[in-house]
Each structure stands twice: as C-alpha cells, then as structure tokens.
C-alpha cells in the first residue's frame, strides 16, 4: 500500500513512537476527511497513553458530530502556549487553509511554513498528510499521497505501519473520512486500494450502514425544502456545457440552514445526465460567495477553481469569490469559456 512512500511513512511512524504532546488540527470549514483524520490520530494515540489534543476553530458540522471522539475536541480560536512535540495536519493543501485563527495563533507560537523565512527548525514538528496534488509542502514532514482517494486512506497506511491497535472508534472515523471523500465510493477516485481499506476497517468493527445512516440520511425537513428551492433555481449553460445553482442567506434562514448544511445540494445537481459540470454557489453575504465545482467527466474541477486562487481535485473543488452572486456567475461563464477556447487551441495546435 502505497510502497514508494514507505520512506516517510516510516518517518512518522518514529517520530509517533518517539512524542509524547501531540495536537491535530483540521482545515478551516472542516469535511469528514479532515474531522475522520484527526479523530482517529486522537483516538489511536490516546490509546496509546500520548498527550493529544485536538483542535477545531470552528463547531463541528451536525452531520460529524456523532463521530466517536467528537465530544473530545476543543472547540476554540486559541491555542494552547506551550507547543507539543507533534502537530498532524491531515487533509490540508496550504498553510492558509488552517483557517486565519489557527494561522495567527500557530505564528503567535513560532511555528511558519517551512516556506516562510520565519520558519524554525525544532520548535515542533509539523506533520502535512495530504492527497491534494497541488499541496504546498508547508509542513517539516509532508506525506503527499494524490492517488489516495481520502487522507484517511494515507493515516491508515501510518496506524499499519505503527503496527497499533486501531481501536473500533478510530475505524469508524477513517471510514467516514474516505466514505465522505469518495462520494460513498461512487466517484472517479475510489481504487481497489480504497475498498481494501475499507474492508480492512470493517474487519475492524466497522458497520458501513451506521455510518451512511449517521453521515447522510439525517437531514432536516428545512433542508430538503431548501433543496427544493434551489432546484427550482437551478440552470443549465448549453453552449460552455455546465450546471448551477445559488443558495442565498435569505433562503437558508427560511428554512433555517446553516452554510455547512447546504453542502448536500449539489449531489443532487451533479447526478444530471448532461452537461457534467455544475457548480453550487453559496452566499456567505453581500461581498462573499463560496463556490463548489464537480465534474463527472474529462474537465477537471480543479483548474476552474484554481483560476480563482481555491483548488481541490479532478472531480470535486472549491473557491471563495468576493463579489456578489451575479458577479460570481458572470465570472464563472467567463473562465468556462476561457478554459474551452484553451483547450480547442491545443487541440487544433
Ligand atoms: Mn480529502
């Protein structure tokens, strides 16, 4: 399992053994990869007699809170001042991801990407795992895996090379991180490696359906509603072949949705036939728009929100847009173009 990494799987693995403080901290708008990563580091050290703590600035989303652990983490935009002797970072492209309060309080502490003049060696160790191709390499140790489907995938390739017991809530969470990551094993990322894994944390008690139960089938009367609307919304470009739809803050408090609640609909918009490509616009407010792009086809996501400085896979990415929501929209129409008239240029090139 992924054998040309062993190297620095083997890195981490001692440098675990060898730590006693450990934090995890997530990504800023945390998904089920980066929640199921830090609490299954959490709960396999913890079992282990290390220090952890784990870290969010942000509440944990309603559909991860039953996550083994979850009660465990320390819901606050400040940070300890003693440093630990290792920080996992799990799922993370950039430093900046950490989200602003967790980036100012860890340069509070002395502790840059390694990237940064201000980096010191020593202070801690900062750990990157990651699948993102475009990851920075911020971190003291990074372990960039892009052909795993999940980073839960890469932090059980770490448990099994510590050879640790992997307790029962530590397998929940990496399932729910890769079950989460690769659309309930139904998009273009999910490998033989994927299932394996899978299999493996079943093996481990594991129940696949307590955790689909948990994770998906759980919403809100006020979010299939809101669903509705935002079906009724919804548009299809022909002519540049793609799809969206828009979420406003006056519609979610119509049915009273929180931004991370909305995070459901374009599973809907993406199972169209044709055209393949859709985009779910979420405004934040008057001057922010969060974008999510999805693609069942050769057109890879990433490069449209890389365009507006977000990033993320082949299938599935995001970016944040300051602007209004027709300016959004507009913005996007323009960049599609671009990036086809781009592509018919290399073609007939
Ligand atoms: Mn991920």
Not at 111 to 136: C, K, M
Not at 139 to 158: K, R, S
Not at 262 to 288: A, M, Q, S
Not at 302 to 317: D, K, L, P, Q
Request: net charge negative; charged share 25%.
């Amino acid at each position: 399992m992924f054998k040309q990494y062993t190297t620095t799987i083997r890195k981490i693995a001692r440098l675990t053994i060898n730590s006693r403080t450990i934090w995890n901290l997530p990504h800023e708008n945390p998904d089920g990869d980066t929640i199921g990563c830090a609490l299954a580091i959490h709960h396999a050290l913890k079992s282990v007699r290390r220090e952890v703590q784990t870290f969010f600035s942000e509440p944990v989303p309603r559909m991860y809170s039953f996550l083994p652990g979850a009660d465990e983490i320390q819901v606050t935009q400040k940070l300890p001042d003693k440093l630990p002797d290792l920080i996992f970072v799990s799922d993370n492209a950039t430093f900046e991801r950490l989200g602003k309060p967790f980036v100012d309080e860890l340069n509070r502490l002395g502790v840059f990407s390694v990237h940064d003049p201000r980096h010191q060696q020593g202070r801690t160790t900062l750990i990157n795992i990651d699948h993102h191709r475009g990851n920075e390499q911020y971190g003291d140790v990074n372990l960039i895996v892009p052909e795993a489907a999940a980073a839960g995938e890469i932090v059980f390739a770490i448990f099994r090379r510590l050879r640790l017991p992997l307790p029962q809530g530590a397998a929940t969470c990496l399932y729910a991180a890769i079950l989460t990551d690769t659309g309930k094993f139904s998009y273009s990322n999910t490998t033989l490696t994927t299932l394996e894994i899978a299999a493996e944390l079943v093996r481990r008690g594991v129940v696949p359906h307590t955790v689909v139960e948990a994770v998906y089938n759980n919403q809100t009367s006020g979010q299939l509603r809101l669903l509705g609307r935002a079906l009724e919304a919804f548009r299809i470009n022909d002519e540049l072949g793609y799809c969206y739809t828009h979420v406003t803050p006056e519609m979610r408090a119509e049915f009273n949705c929180s931004l991370s609640d909305t995070e459901y609909i374009i599973d809907t918009l993406k199972t169209l036939e044709e055209p393949k490509v859709c985009f779910l616009f979420k405004v934040v407010d008057d001057g922010l728009v969060r974008v999510s792009v999805r693609s069942r086809n050769d057109f890879d996501s990433s490069r449209v929100a890389e365009a507006f400085g977000g990033g993320g896979h082949y299938a599935a990415s995001g970016f944040r847009f300051k602007g209004t929501l027709d300016e959004v929209i507009a913005a996007v129409e323009m960049e599609m173009r671009k990036l086809r008239e781009d592509s018919q240029e290399r073609k007939a090139g």
